[in-house]
DNA sequence: TACAATAACGATAATCATTATCATTATCGC
DNA sequence: GCGATAATGATAATGATTATCGTTATTGTA
């Protein structure tokens, strides 16, 4: 593949950026045309999955694989989220997973570079709703 | 939904439970359709999803969502996958991750049930390779 | 063993998420 | 402003998975 393409500016991919910068539901490709295309009433999808690729192979966003469409994570340092079995949020977890890491290293005949996982279970709010 | 309908017992998916109890290679749906044909060459590929979910509905096996199609894992347990960037081979790892559910519990205003953890980076198969 | 009820099947259409194509538009260096 | 080309919007195409539906297999009971 050519490598030498230099990216060129462009409106959709800084709105795409700042929608995803300013929270932290993680949001799939589908949630973010709906939001943008109120700024952006001709915004295609094959630019939001586009730019949200782009951005992702240049390390400046986090793709999250669960079940379902593919979540998009603004801080691209490997770290941890909660999945509620109950509502489906996806959250931050500030735990650091160096420990994990090194403690991985150990027993593994081969170079891993990074980690990241989930804890799934019910997060408050659901907790709070069952109870009642 | 109702919850009282019976399982009946069915070749198809005694197969699949076996054709995926001897391996650690975490194969796709259309791997094991591939695979189970020979065996059952009227084999539909529904089928295969069919069974592949209802054994992870009842906590038989487990699904493994990355990159690309899902996986399944014969090691309901949670537990921690190794995911090569070389070859994209998923192998388990033998860690524990009960130290990184009571480190994140302490944390986490919600209840945690499980943990499962990716790590990335080069298997030693590929370092070697690389090397030559 | 036969029979009725129904779970599971195979074939395939439909859906959902994502990517590829392509003609047009916007960006950028000169 | 102009030419080169990256990015766009519209949409067709793809890949993975699920839904539908008529048929077949399993199972409990007569």
Known sequence: MDTSMKTKFS??????RKQLSGRHDH???ETLYEELKEEFPRLSVATVYRNLNQLVESGEIAKINLNGPARFDY?????????????????DMSDNNDEALIAA?????????????Q??????????????
């Open 27 to 29: 949001p799939t490709a």
């Open 11 to 16: 409106r959709q991919r800084e709105a795409i």
């Open 75 to 91: 801080n691209p340092e490997p770290h941890s989220h909660f999945v509620c079995k109950g509502c489906g949020c996806v959250v």
């Open 105 to 117: 290293r150990k027993n593994f005949d081969g170079d891993i570079e990074s980690c990241s996982s």
């Open 119 to 132: 804890f799934y279970g019910m997060c408050s709010q659901c907790i709070k709703e069952t109870a009642q």
